[in-house]
């Protein structure tokens, strides 16, 4: 097996991902790797890091990268030559397994959707996210695609429920529908549609709607909606975490009582923080393509991107695709 | 001034209303109130109350109230004797000023809008809600309306602003386009649609799209968002509020020196949650109507009841209404 990965995407591009590599290498040694980048800042890297190329790590050579404010189209016209779309092509063509990428979501889903290309009948890919609960619940998609049908939710709860089946070894996913209340005659046209759909698609486990204020208590293992509404979901998660923790953070700062609690709490606190963080399940696949794809956190480090390629590997591995790409038959 | 109380309306109903009118009496004097029910429950709960009828207290008999699963437009056929239709019918004659409800949403809106109409202008009605922050946040529509054009959203802006400048003494309101994105051509296409209405639209502060992410930077005070996305929002922050909370509780109970860390914390915890307690700032109005009706949460206590009579209040005599009629002419 060989996965490919995009050494200049991410904030922290190339250390980060050169020292993710070198961490992946270290521990799932039966994998080649193929890192598609600059060679000379991926030596000084390598130099930095005080380690010699591992043996079953290859590099791709280019100078050529796409930026976060580049134009998604630009990896297919423009810059051709880019590091995501090489990784892309040696995907397409055999020659690697899987591909990971931190660089821009959008040019990533543009560029693997046209390249990679989708599975026969899913007629769009998403991006899928994972929330960090007591279990792990997939919400697909969370930004690719703000305007969607029924029919499309209705293969995505297919094709999430077969990642999260294959990946969280969960039996039989449960699949809800984001909504704005339970009642079957609840929400938008196209979220009516769906539940319709959903209720009556026998590859499915369907629990119905979801409304947001019930996320927090695992209603489903899959949760499906269009790209806009997820994108607002997963980002307001994001964003009211760190002001939950900034603000404990502010009352433990309240006076020398509350400081010296500060001390007894951090041990819980922490491990509270990180059952909390969504980085630990890896970074986001984009499902719907015929080969395996993972975006990572923009601004993951090394072992985010570690915990991405492993994501990357058993994503190949367990072949889900084959397995989406019969049920759609 | 005169304002209509839904005394059946609520989880508590009628004792917590009863006794948030007594609570409002007592502390708004000069105001005279309607109560809308059963007169024999609501004597009851006077009794509890150990206390008499206040003088500027009238009551108008009704033992028929809509319950939380009625069909919303049975207000208007099968039902037309509820306490909810009563009072808004005596808003409408001018007979009160304004109209509070604790009960079901959907109807309250329904009705309201059947009965006491829109402002001239105003394509639809929208329910605000408040998102509590440093400043706090009006997020409009907060479930009424899942699927709008962009000419609503506009005119909500207007609604909006008009709002917060008047309850909240905010000299320019910022209006704030909720999206997927900060940049002009993110969203669906009502959404882009909405951006360069908004961006044209001299009778309102626009700074923009606002990412979910950062909402609890309080980037502006009146937030702009269809029905469907704007209730999930809001509920989603309800519900990742409770959840943080009892995380903390759990963390707080881990082990016995946790545990005498949480006498500590006890008070700057106390003062952080209700800094978030959205009930401090009443009920959601509907905006967009030619009189005030306020919505109170479904399970308001009598000092969130005694609160939105405040804000109904308030409502009444800044005159918003007639500016907001003035701006849209």
Redesign the interface.
Known sequence: MKIAIDAMGGDYAPFEVVKGVCLACDEFDNVDYLLVGDQAKINDCLVQLNRELPKNVEILHTDVFVTMDDDPMLVMKGKENCSMRLGLEKLKQGEVDAFVSAGSTGALHTASTLIVRRIKGVRRSAIAAVIPLKKPMLILDS?AN??VNADILNQWAVVGSAYVNQMFSVESPRVGL?N??TEEH????V?QEAYQMLKNNENINFVGNI???????CPCDVLVTD???G???V??????????FK??K???Y??I??K???I??KK??MK?KKD?DASEYGGAPILGLLKPVVKAHGSSNAYEIRSTIKQAIQFHETGIIEKVANALK
Do not use: D, Q, R
């Not at 409304?211 to 208590?217: L, Q, V």
């Open positions: 930004g703000p305007e984001l704005n209340g609840k929400g938008t046209t979220v409304e947001s204020k019930e996320i927090f208590n790209g806009f509404t994108n607002i979901t980002k307001l998660i994001e964003g009211m975490g760190k002001f939950m603000s404990i502010n009352v433990l309240t006076n009582f509350t010296i609690s500060a007894c709490l819980p606190m509270f909390f």
